[in-house]
């Protein structure tokens, strides 16, 4: 074994989830070292999702790194629901006083990582965590791979933040564990393009050929998805067949999709996962680790910075006072928090996305549940409020 580190919480991924947690630790003078498996370069370029709940915001303003969010950033009051040729506005802003903000999840990382190495944090790129040692016990150890040797981290505490296929999960006894899942029929076919967004705010459309779903990420790129087959063959969707069925589903009147070079396109399938619980003696599970939902609601990065809010002011209450009361309850408070998100993640991608097989019946169930919700205010508060977030009950 090579060189050994220690640290008071190892944090495995320097995703959101690993990089919030560091810097709120640092925050309240606690010591972290992060691993991550990818170089910094290929963390800052990989496109993810770009919508912030208005309490990540306010987090990350609240953490000294909202500067340029604040600066480049693209603040929405609503977005549009498109059903039957026509779109409907939710008012975040009238309804319940929120908004949510479009800021890539790459450029979050940007800002996050400059942050943590100019406060002097730990980051490890290029290191591979190959496996975890006793985390029943007072130091549990990170096994990694780094510049060619096999190298250690004894620790307080681990954080597992390397997703779904990481190694903290595994590190779990077997039986330690429950896990729920779901797949869903549908994929979404997403393309980045160089051209200016047809709209101010979100669409998403219900079509009878399928969902699709007109966002962005600059005022210059606009990022669009359609729904297909999980099995599809990207080969077979050239760019004029994208375009095509885009025209076809966001068709509305007084609508023109504004077209451009594609830059980027590939296809994601769908599902949901929840673990349970997210804690496993010493070692703590956030983020992807723990929990996975259908980007329909957008709520996987939120997610994961809900996550490490709870962490963070539980191992801030140990080391200040040694009581682990919050601690004991991190799963209780966050699954209760995952599973709300959960289900709206569910509602909105089976209300959105057209069923396979024979969806007639369907079909005219979701058309008369987004005209209720579209039309009922009670229904568009209850929208609102999910989609820009719940508060996090303590």
């Not at 987090?59 to 629901?81: A, N, P, T, Y």
């Not at 981290?153 to 933040?161: E, K, L, Y």
Request: overall charge negative; aromatic content about 8%; glycine content about 8%.
């Amino acid at each position: 074994m090579g060189e050994t580190f220690r640290t008071q919480v190892g944090i495995i991924g320097a995703g959101p989830a690993g990089l919030f947690l560091s810097h709120l630790l640092y925050l309240n003078g606690i010591e972290s070292i992060i691993l991550e498996t990818h170089s910094r370069e290929y963390i800052e370029s990989r496109v993810r999702a770009g919508v912030l709940e208005q309490g990540t915001v306010e987090l990350m303003i609240e953490m000294g790194v909202g500067e340029r969010l604040q600066r480049e950033s693209l603040l929405h009051d609503g977005v549009e629901l498109c059903f039957n040729g026509k779109r409907h506005r939710i008012n975040f802003k009238e309804l319940i006083g929120r908004s949510i903000t479009v800021y890539a999840q790459h450029e979050v990382i940007i800002d996050m990582v400059a942050a943590r190495l100019a406060t002097g944090g730990q980051i490890l790129f290029e290191a591979e965590a190959v496996g975890l040692k006793d985390i029943d016990g007072p130091n549990p150890t990170i096994r990694f791979k780094h510049q060619g040797q096999e190298k250690q981290i004894t620790c307080d505490f681990i954080a597992g933040c390397d997703g779904y296929h990481g190694v903290a999960r595994a590190a779990a006894p077997e039986g330690a564990l429950k896990m729920f899942t779901r797949i869903y029929p549908y994929a979404w076919l997403g393309i980045l393009a160089q051209a200016p967004p047809a709209n101010r705010e979100l669409i998403y459309a219900n079509h009878e050929s399928g969902f699709a779903l007109l966002s962005m990420r600059t005022p210059e790129i606009s990022r669009l998805y359609i729904q297909v087959d999980p099995e599809e063959d990207i080969a077979n969707w050239p760019d004029d067949r994208i375009w095509e069925q885009l025209h076809l589903r966001l068709t509305s009147e007084g609508f023109m999709l504004t077209e451009g070079p594609v830059i980027q396109k590939g296809i994601t399938p769908m599902r949901s996962f929840m673990l349970e619980p997210m804690q496993c003696g010493r070692l703590f599970l956030a983020g992807d680790a723990a929990h996975i939902v259908p980007p329909t609601g957008a709520k996987g990065l939120n997610l994961a910075v809900a996550d490490v809010r709870v962490l963070s002011l539980g191992l801030t209450e140990y080391y200040k006072s040694g009581k682990r009361d919050l601690l004991n309850r991190y799963s209780q408070i966050c699954l209760r928090h995952a599973w709300k998100a959960q289900r709206f993640s569910w509602w909105l991608t089976q209300l959105m996305h057209l069923p396979p097989g024979d969806a007639d019946f369907d079909h005219r169930r979701q058309i008369a549940e987004l005209d209720y919700t579209t039309h009922s205010r009670a229904a568009s508060m209850a929208f609102a409020e999910n989609y820009t977030g719940l508060p996090l009950l303590m």
